[in-house]
């Protein structure tokens, strides 16, 4: 796999409703690699679309 920053943050430009984490140490298996930073996106994301 290959990470290209500058594809990143176009993508994320014609996405205006988009939220974005930037994770370090972390990669495609964010259940296995952070689980509990992961569930407490979750439910941080959850929170901020029921208001």
């Not at 298996?29 to 979750?42: I, K, T």
């Amino acid at each position: 796999m290959f990470r290209d920053p500058d594809v990143i943050d176009r993508l994320f430009a014609l996405l205006p409703e988009a939220r974005r984490e930037d994770w370090d140490n972390a990669g495609h298996l964010l259940p296995l690699e952070r689980p509990e930073r992961l569930a407490r996106s979750l439910v941080r994301f959850g929170w901020e679309i029921e208001t």
